[in-house]
């Protein structure tokens, strides 16, 4: 046994220890660049890459920079590991750098300072403008050389017209990082670019100055000059003076400061602005959708507006319906059946007759409840008309910066030609019926057989609106605001102590509503909710929304209020340049501006009235919104637009009752009125040096009135004027007596037809009324006999009547529980079944 141990111990110790774990171990074998068993093998550093190499760095004399990162890669692409890099700079005078952190000094680092002061702690200036190039240096690997272009502290950059002699106006076109980007100049003796030429003296210098001292350009690249706009898809080379100094001091420095980074930005969101144009890293601009923006240039940590960049707007823009079963004209609408899908197609092109595509378009509906406009295509859901725009509108198409509305067209609207649209068929109503000397109100559900009970208000209304989509009813009083759910059974889901007053108008959208507190003396502008979007000082009479629900047009007696969400609150006083006040407002179709009613009949377009000013290179426009389109010497108390466009329809009672029917044509001077693309006139625009001057004026309509006398009616007061949604009739509602309803039928030219319907019973006067979405029936609350009449459109008679039987509020001039006029009445419409 002791023999056994002694032979293992001996195998032991004559095995090599190597052998004994040999099987422990794999060496992998090196893989070369080149595929074969030597040379540079992959991981190792080939290749170090110092950004930005297109321009550099510029830096002002004395300023700090510092250099990023460097990428390291192997021969095959991949990145690879680096401890630290060495840095080195070919001019220290120049633009010194840290050997080992790479910060770079416009100037030169100190070094041995002594008083305990470390070396490369502060940049000493030498004033000394030049390039000079600096590198990195790793495992035996040295980078690009990066210019460092070091110059004077910029004060201003001014964006503009390429330089034609780069030696008595330098500009970024004669700078030494643009040449570097351009093709070899054909001109014998003219300075060429660094690649071909890396000896020349004129580039050293950072300025071209050898006859015939330009640049040719690069092919297909139209120079910027920002006199005109780009129509989409044109690339222009931007290009900029630079400038150090101020004052009498002030110097041209564009051929010393290096390559300048452009963005963009403007009064809109980012992603507004940035659809305008697109820059690319050589200063390259290319047109992209309609709008103005503002250009930043940034060099040497230090930015600066340089000026704008402009694509053009639409000139028109022409909308049709393909495979219509009617041509659409104002005569015979587009007809379409309920729940089916009719196209739209909007074409355009811009001021310079170029095609534009992907415009963001806004389509509008006059009457959204029947038939909305949806994007590119309409979907009815219930019977009706309408008539249907597509709108370029600021922000979201053709935005601009304030200070450029109207230059070359950009940050005003565009809208195309009408197109009217009838989905026949009938309805039933939910009819809902109020007075402002009662708590109670009514709604009336045709498609059941009994009515339902009146419902308890809070608070005694003074006036009621709804929603287009019917959800809501909002009802406003001096006490607090009252808005019900009428989906279903009505019921009062808020009540808002702090908005009191009347409310004048819902928006289209129902996001918001429009309150005017006669008490308080302002007019507010509320979100459905309960949040206060705006107010203003003034009291509101009327008002009415643009289709789009952004634009609200304000009929404040003396003065006039618009409130945008594009450029704010826009007050006119006064109201007229007759200084008339004006007493109801009504919207053009298509909405392009308003009527306003008054002693004197007066409108207003939504095209600005722009001037232009250059001043110190720099183009900026003054505008006068909302300026004066139309006024006619016809005298209107109350007004309304039907929705063919062809008229504005007005009645009065001053000296005798009498309605005023308005033949419009927008623009002024068009014959086929609404039929056509609607832009804002961009007017005479000179050139002006560097920039434009000019002035731009508003959009005029023109009217031409024929006066229809009320005879058969003594009115006290008009209550309203009420088109059907087919333009086809509209009827007056008034306080007096006479028992009938007069009824207008608009003529395509000249007075239309007056009738009147008797009014069945004691009724003496219709004080409100409201026109069902299918205009087969008029409502009409009336006085003396305190019903609702139930006028048959197609027949124009008294049908029959409603009793809400609403009974008058406590406090009141008339006994409590006496039977009052329904003089407040909304409709929704609803399937028949």
Not at 12 to 40: E, Q, R, T, W
Not at 514 to 538: A, N
Not at 647 to 668: F, R, Y
Request: aromatic share 6%; net charge negative; charged share 5%.
């Amino acid at each position: 046994m002791r023999r056994f141990v002694t032979l293992v111990v001996l195998l032991l110790f004559a095995i090599p220890f190597g052998v004994s774990i040999s099987g422990c171990s794999k060496n992998a074998a090196p893989v070369y660049c080149n595929g074969g068993d030597s040379g540079i093998v992959t991981g190792q550093v080939t290749t170090i890459t110092l950004n930005p190499i297109v321009y550099g760095i510029s830096l002002n004399f004395a300023e700090i920079g510092q250099v990023n990162t460097p990428a390291a890669t192997d021969c095959k692409g991949s990145n690879a590991s680096i401890g630290s890099y060495v840095y080195g700079t070919t001019d220290m005078t120049i633009a010194d750098i840290q050997p080992t952190s790479g910060r770079i000094c416009a100037g030169t680092w100190n070094r041995n300072s002594g008083g305990g002061i470390p070396d490369y702690t502060y940049c000493i200036p030498t004033n000394k403008s030049g390039v000079a190039y600096i590198s990195a240096s790793a495992d035996g690997v040295t980078s690009n050389p990066l210019p460092i272009f070091v110059h004077p502290v910029v004060t201003s950059i001014v964006l503009g017209a390429p330089s034609a002699n780069c030696a008595t106006d330098p500009a970024t076109n004669c700078s030494p990082a643009s040449i570097n980007l351009t093709a070899a100049s054909n001109y014998s003796g003219s300075c060429p670019t660094s690649t071909a030429y890396p000896s020349n003296p004129e580039l050293a210098n950072g300025c071209c100055a050898v006859p015939p001292n330009v640049v040719n350009p690069v092919s297909g690249y139209v120079p910027y000059t920002g006199t005109s706009c780009f129509s989409q898809g044109t690339t222009s080379q931007l290009s900029a003076r630079v400038y150090a100094g101020t004052g009498a001091g002030q110097s041209n420095i564009s051929c010393l400061a290096g390559h300048l980074q452009y963005t963009v930005q403007g009064a809109t969101s980012q992603t507004q602005v940035s659809s305008v144009v697109s820059i690319d890293q050589n200063g390259v601009a290319t047109a992209e959708q309609p709008g103005s923006v503002l250009i930043s240039a940034n060099i040497a940590n230090a930015a600066s507006s340089a000026g704008f960049f402009s694509t053009c707007p639409p000139a028109s823009i022409t909308l049709t319906a393909p495979g219509a079963l009617t041509p659409g004209t104002p005569a015979s609408p587009v007809v379409i059946g309920e729940n089916n899908t009719q196209p739209l197609l909007a074409t355009a092109v811009d001021t310079n007759g170029v095609p534009l595509t992907g415009l963001s378009l806004e389509y509008e509906s006059t009457s959204p409840t029947t038939i909305p406009a949806g994007t590119g295509s309409i979907i009815p859901p219930l019977a009706g008309a309408a008539s249907i725009i597509a709108l370029c509108q600021p922000p979201s198409c053709n935005p601009s910066a304030y200070n450029q509305i109207g230059l070359f067209g950009n940050g005003k609207p565009i809208a195309s030609n009408s197109v009217n649209f009838s989905a026949p068929g009938t309805n039933s109503t939910v009819l809902y019926m109020a007075s402002t000397q009662s708590l109670y109100m009514e709604a009336r559900d045709f498609t059941q057989t009994a009515p339902a009970q009146p419902f308890l208000l809070p608070y005694l209304p003074n006036s009621m609106v709804i929603s287009n989509d019917g959800s809501t009813i909002y009802m406003g009083s001096a006490t607090a605001l009252m808005v019900l759910n009428a989906v279903n059974t009505l019921a009062i889901t808020r009540v808002d102590p702090t908005s009191t007053g009347s409310v004048l108008a819902v928006s289209p959208d129902g996001t918001s509503i429009v309150i005017s507190d006669p008490v308080k003396q302002v007019t507010t502008i509320e979100s459905s909710t309960g949040g206060v979007i705006s107010t203003y000082g003034g009291v509101g009479t009327r008002a009415e929304y643009s289709p789009d629900s952004q634009t609200i047009y304000i009929a404040a007696g003396n003065q006039l209020l618009v409130y945008s969400t594009f450029t704010g609150w826009t007050n006119i006083t006064p109201a007229t340049t007759a200084g008339t006040p004006v007493t109801d407002v009504a919207v053009t179709v298509p909405a392009v501006g308003a009527y306003f009613a008054g002693p004197t009949t007066t409108a207003r377009a939504f095209c600005s009235s722009s001037t232009a000013s250059t001043v110190g290179g720099v183009i900026t426009e003054t505008n006068a919104f909302y300026p004066p389109a139309d006024s006619s010497a016809a005298i209107t108390d109350r007004i309304a637009a039907t929705n063919d466009g062809q008229h504005i329809l007005g009645a009065t009672v001053t000296s005798a009752p009498t309605l005023n029917d308005l033949h419009v044509e927008i623009p002024a001077g068009n014959a086929n009125g609404p039929q056509v693309s609607i832009a804002c006139p961009i007017g005479t625009q000179t050139s002006s040096g560097s920039g434009v001057t000019g002035t731009t004026g508003g959009l005029g309509f023109s009217s031409t009135v024929s006066s229809v006398p009320l005879s058969a009616i003594t009115a006290t007061a008009i209550t309203g004027v009420l088109p059907t949604s087919d333009s086809t009739l509209a009827v007056i509602t008034y306080t007096g007596s006479g028992g009938v309803l007069p009824a207008y039928t608009p003529s395509s030219s000249g007075r239309g037809t007056l009738s009147y319907i008797k009014l069945s019973g004691t009724a003496t006067a219709p004080v409100a009324g409201v026109i069902s979405a299918d205009n087969s029936t008029i409502y009409v609350g009336t006085q003396t006999d305190d019903l609702v009449h139930l006028i048959n459109r197609s027949t124009l008679t008294d049908s029959s009547t409603l009793a809400p039987n609403l009974t008058a509020a406590p406090g009141l001039s008339i006994p409590a529980g006496s039977i009052v006029p329904v003089n407040m009445l909304v409709q929704k419409p609803r399937k028949t079944t």
